[in-house]
């Protein structure tokens, strides 16, 4: 093939580069000068309160939203000047879902392809292998509209696949779907990644992040507050493990505890103690003669990293 | 397989195979406002209120009926186009957002506007040739030059429906579009000459009609259905309409650009 997209990032592993990335709107800095690279291969998350800047920074790479300043190359390219062209190579499941809810499931993914440049037979064939991959196969003909989120979610993603994309950008893909729907769209997306689709992710969910993610980076008020592996984050911001003393509201101080854990968090109902040895706080707890209501030992997640990171206070 | 960005001319008509797609599921739903409506003014006004009308200077030494149906033509055409261009087009912004979806793939924001508009374009050509063919089985068309006012009305539609695109885009609300049927194309249908002439209405009305499409429309359908269209004022309904278009379709690309590139 001559086209010379293909062949830049034949040669270049670096599917995303951003350099001081902003995004402003009007006075509102959404994104304030980010940077970050994302690999071939690579399982990518922006995990985030809301309005941490992930949506923006999500649209700038799909090359919809333009970039108020700082450098970015998807796919080698840079999408102020090459936008059509990064795009007809990326796969987009936005955080609404776009579809179009008068025509079937099929007439969905079979007109999206279109848009790709893709021959009406070859749309046919791609049509029924995704509606395959996203179990609606048995709904091919039925309209989208009463179809039921999860549904919807996995059509969402089948249509994404549509131009068979090197790099797939979901942002916030199981965002009020049921655990069941939930755990199949994670399995969809793990075959994804093990037939080597580079994926972006962004996410609120801690769960979803540690199960998908091989490298992360946590957003807060339109900057990177950290980056890593789950693990490399949950060692450098939290403990192994954490110890978890549930108080009745108002009756814990955290005082008598505070020098038995590397970090301790007082809650209006348990006291947190951040600590390698979870056991060992809490029999020393009990020789001390706190007596909380209830206990729990649990190793560390990227949920205490986040909490630490971002902060408890809502932001919307 | 294999993907590439479509040119800029095929992305218009793969927009145009997705509402084709959407229409042969929903077609029926649109029988009604755009033929039935049409039709039933045809045998009211024409036929029925028709019969009271005396053929003489002002229908042109023609009957009521004759007189009236290459302007309904034209009225039909933009009538039509104001749904296709407010709500429609307001719903894939943000209802259904599928113009969102499409410009996530290689299409580009203009792309989809010009997408848009060929298939309104297309919408009503059709829509007004199978009205034609109504008014022929009414006996309302009295010459084959009324083929004519097929394109004619068409462009009168668009001459509307360009800046009406453009205009939605720009909305966040659907406030605004039954005002403008209300308060724009009702008296643009009512007062240009389509069911009695202009020149019985006070002068100062007349400038008011000359800038609409839909009096241009119908100077150009009834004076090329019954013969009496001249060169010259033909020529310049038609670069009216068109710069009127062209003007949708400019403002349309900034408005669809800034609102679906953001």
């Known amino acids: ?316 | 397989m294999s993907t590439h960005v479509v040119s800029p001319w095929r992305a218009p008509l793969i927009a145009v195979e997705h509402h084709w797609t959407w229409y042969r599921r929903n077609w029926r739903a649109t029988v009604i406002s755009n033929f039935l409506q049409p039709v039933l003014f045809l045998l009211a006004m024409g036929v029925g209120f028709g019969s009271q009308v005396r053929e003489g200077e002002a229908t042109g030494g023609h009957p009521y009926l004759v007189y009236l149906a290459p302007a309904l033509l034209v009225i039909t055409a933009v009538q039509n186009a104001v749904f296709e261009s407010t709500w429609a087009v307001f719903s894939a912004f943000k209802w259904q957002r599928t113009y969102l979806a499409a410009v996530a793939t290689p299409i580009t924001p203009a792309q989809v506007l010009h997408g848009q508009l060929l298939w309104i374009a297309l919408r009503l050509v059709t829509g007004t040739a199978v009205f034609l063919l109504i008014a022929v089985a009414l006996g309302a068309i009295s010459s084959p030059m009324a083929v004519l006012a097929v394109p004619f009305a068409a462009l009168a539609g668009m001459a509307f429906s360009a800046p009406a695109v453009a205009f939605t885009a720009t909305r966040e609300k659907p406030d605004s579009f039954n005002a403008i049927f209300r308060f724009l194309v009702m008296p643009m249908t009512l007062f240009t000459g389509g069911f009695f002439p202009l020149s019985q209405l006070p002068a100062w009305i007349h400038p008011l009609a000359w800038l609409t499409p839909v009096w241009h429309g119908i100077e150009l359908a009834r004076g090329a259905t019954f013969g009496t269209l001249r060169l010259l004022p033909a020529l310049g309904h038609v670069a009216y309409l068109s710069a009127l278009v062209a003007l949708g379709v400019l403002l349309g690309r900034r408005y669809f650009r800034r609102r679906l590139a953001v």
């Open chain 1, 1 to 316: 093939m001559s086209d010379p997209a293909a062949t830049v990032t034949s040669v270049t592993s670096t599917l995303v580069n951003a350099k001081g990335l902003t995004k402003h709107f009007g006075s509102f800095e959404a994104v304030r000068g980010i940077d970050v690279e994302v690999s071939r291969g690579e399982a990518f998350g922006f995990l985030g309160p809301n309005g941490a800047g992930k949506s923006s920074t999500m649209r700038m790479v799909s090359c919809v939203s333009p970039r108020t300043g700082g450098e970015l190359r998807v796919l080698g390219l840079d999408p102020d000047t090459d936008g059509p062209r990064i795009r007809a190579r990326i796969g987009v499941v936005p955080q609404q879902d776009n579809l179009d809810t008068e025509l079937t499931v099929r007439q969905n993914l079979q007109v999206y392809g279109r848009y790709f440049g893709l021959s009406r037979s070859a749309v046919r064939a791609k049509a029924t292998e995704l509606m395959e991959f996203a179990q609606l196969s048995d709904r091919a003909d039925a309209e989208v509209e009463p179809l039921s989120g999860g549904m919807k979610r996995r059509l969402t993603i089948a249509r994404s696949l549509v131009n068979d994309p090197d790099l797939l950008l979901l942002d916030e893909p199981t965002t009020g779907l049921d655990p069941q729907a939930r755990h199949l769209l994670w399995d969809r997306l793990f075959r994804l990644k093990q037939s080597g689709v580079t994926l972006i992710i962004t996410t609120h969910y801690m769960d979803e992040a540690e199960q998908l993610c091989d490298r992360l980076v946590v957003m807060d008020g339109g900057r990177i507050a950290a980056e890593g592996s789950p693990g490399e984050l949950i060692r450098r911001y939290s403990t192994k493990e954490v110890l978890e003393l549930r108080f009745p509201p108002g009756e814990q101080s955290g005082d008598e505890v505070r020098d038995l854990a590397e970090r301790i968090e007082v809650l209006p109902d348990r006291v947190l103690l951040y600590t390698s040895d979870g056991e060992a706080a809490l029999a020393a707890a009990h020789a001390r003669g706190v007596r909380p209501v209830s206990s729990l030992v649990r190793r560390s997640t990227l949920e205490d990293v986040f909490l630490r990171l971002t902060g408890r206070t809502l932001v919307d």
